[in-house]
């Protein structure tokens, strides 16, 4: 029995091979890094809209629980008790959360990272460039 539908696969294996070359381009933060930084943008939005329109285990309200079940089935978990759950259980559904929002947060941090708003010291010059190292005295 399938559960992923081809869309989360893709998506899944798409952040896979972004990450590995965002990771693999870390020190060199030209066009390679950048890029791959914005196609994970891409794949979050896109996940997150699927997350709500998608198929029945790629929705969101399919495996992201409230506390209560959650704390329960980690109580379960414990006991060596858990039962079985087709996609992710409720620890998997916030563990999904949690890395959707971190990639969110580096991806954002990234852009900022790109922009001169929150970079430049007051006094020195507005630097024009999207690259670091730009600004000169």
Not at 63 to 77: D, E, H, N
Not at 87 to 99: D, R, Y
Request: aromatic share 14%; charged share 15%; with cysteine.
């Amino acid at each position: 029995m399938r559960v992923w539908d081809w869309l989360v696969r893709l998506l899944h294996w798409g952040l896979v091979v972004c990450i590995a070359l965002s990771w693999w381009s870390r020190h060199d933060l030209g066009p390679l890094h950048e890029r791959t930084g914005y196609v994970v943008i891409g794949i979050l939005v896109a996940r997150v809209v699927w997350g709500f329109v998608g198929s029945r285990y790629a929705r969101f309200a399919q495996f992201v629980k409230a506390s209560g079940p959650t704390i329960a089935y980690a109580r379960a978990v414990i006991a060596r008790k858990a039962p079985r759950h087709i996609g992710h259980n409720p620890l998997g559904g916030w563990m999904v959360v949690a890395l959707l929002a971190c990639l969110g947060l580096l991806t954002f941090t990234g852009w900022l990272y790109t922009t001169d708003m929150f970079w430049v010291m007051a006094g020195s010059p507005i630097c024009t460039s999207t690259r670091r190292g730009c600004c000169s005295d």
